[in-house]
């Protein structure tokens, strides 16, 4: 399968030239490994988030569209290798072509600058 990401204990299927993750909503890792790669935003601006917490700007959690709040997932910085694992909080991004918003604290434990490529892994 060449669809440009390496996903491990997931059913993958390539969908025009894309990847189409089975149980993107599932249970949790026991069943189904989340996996994908993309471009990665950061914000520290915000009063609440869309789960109804206060945010956080220098905290360890994420905005991300699909994946369930409370989710925990491995962010790898794909320029440097650094990785920190972010709780899903809130949602987003709003920015085409990115696939997670990290808050400023989770941006700084990986080295990230501006927008930066990353892969994602759901390991709860």
Known sequence: MNCGL???RSVAVC???GLALAGLM???AASTAQ???GQASWYAV???TASGERFNPDGLTAAHRSLPF???VRVTNTVNGRSIVVRINDRGPFAGGRIIDLSRGSA???GMGGV???ALERID
């Open 15 to 17: 969908v025009g030239g």
């Open 26 to 28: 599932g249970v949790g």
């Open 70 to 72: 409370g989710s925990r």
């Open 6 to 8: 390496a996903v491990r």
């Open 108 to 110: 700084r434990a990986i």
């Open 46 to 48: 915000g009063h609440r």
């Open 35 to 37: 996996a994908q790669n």
């Open 116 to 118: 930066t490529r990353v």
